[in-house]
């Protein structure tokens, strides 16, 4: 434990770089030779729509960087927070830290989105894309990329993270929304065995198709419990009879320019079927 303490609590900016870069490459590679659906787009010009995104993604997290060290800091010097309350060893500190920062960072900010309809008008340009594949994961409006942040700084609050256990927690979580995200073929059998603890590509495409109830279901990042303790787990028997996107703004011009995409926060509201 001790190594993984020091590693990830001085965590080389080159190995944060391999994981966002690499996955999307190695993922890239896969969805050309394990597709989930053979997509008519054109793949370059979809990328470079999502990859802006992830720039301004990367921006707005090294910019509140220094806010989320110093609630790291502040909780750990006073041993203040969720993790204090028992004496456990390190290695159950890493498994109850990263749930919790899981819970409270990813999937209760994620079920909030689509709750309240100011949020959700920021949400929904990540669910906008009607071809879902690996560069989709880091696609987000800069605005839901500060309530995201904003949720991990809170997580660390109430947890009393030390920033070993955000970085390990980080990692995951970007790996994980590529492998989620990619559209690749994961044999049912081995995705639905993996789903009981963790969220896998089969069961997240679930939460990307276009209507209600299913677009309102398995809002897990890295962990699939909190899904089915909560009651929000769902399952389709053929993941490839799912439709990408959302009902109220399926046509291109909408969900496949970035100005467009930049004001959809600012825009009417459009409920979708069934609310």
């Not at 750990?76 to 899981?102: A, K, T």
């Not at 049912?188 to 997240?204: E, G």
């Not at 996107?245 to 995409?261: F, P, S, V, Y």
């Amino acid at each position: 434990m001790d190594w993984i303490i020091e590693f990830f609590g001085n965590i080389p900016t080159e190995f944060r770089a391999g994981i966002l870069i690499g996955g999307l490459v190695l993922f890239w590679i896969l969805e050309g030779t394990l597709p989930l659906f053979r997509f008519k787009y054109r793949k370059f010009q979809h990328a470079g729509i999502n990859l802006f995104f992830t720039l301004c993604t990367m921006i707005i997290g090294f910019g509140l960087a220094s806010v989320l060290l110093a609630a790291s800091d502040f909780v750990s010097e006073r041993q203040f927070g969720l993790l204090y309350i028992f004496s456990l060893p390190n290695w159950m500190y890493l498994i109850v830290g990263v749930m919790l920062m899981d819970l409270i960072g990813a999937y209760f900010i994620h079920w909030l989105e689509h709750q309240v309809k100011w949020m959700w008008k920021f949400h929904l340009v990540h669910h906008s894309d009607t071809t879902v594949d690996v560069t989709t994961g880091l696609r987000h409006h800069p605005g839901e990329t500060v309530f995201r942040i904003s949720f991990t700084i809170l997580a660390v609050l109430v947890i009393g993270a030390p920033m070993w256990i955000i970085m390990v927690y980080q990692s995951l979580s970007v790996l994980f929304a590529h492998i989620t995200h990619a559209n690749i073929q994961m044999p049912k059998a081995i995705d639905r065995a993996l789903s009981w603890i963790f969220v896998t590509p089969l069961m997240h495409k679930v939460h990307h198709h276009y209507e209600l109830p299913l677009t309102d279901t398995n809002y897990g990042n890295i962990l699939s419990i909190w899904d089915r303790l909560f009651g929000t787990f769902a399952q389709v028997e053929d993941t490839t009879e799912l439709v990408y996107g959302i009902d109220t703004h399926m046509d291109a011009k909408e969900n496949n320019r970035i100005q467009n995409l930049l004001r959809i926060p600012f825009q009417p509201y459009r409920a979708p079927k069934g609310k």
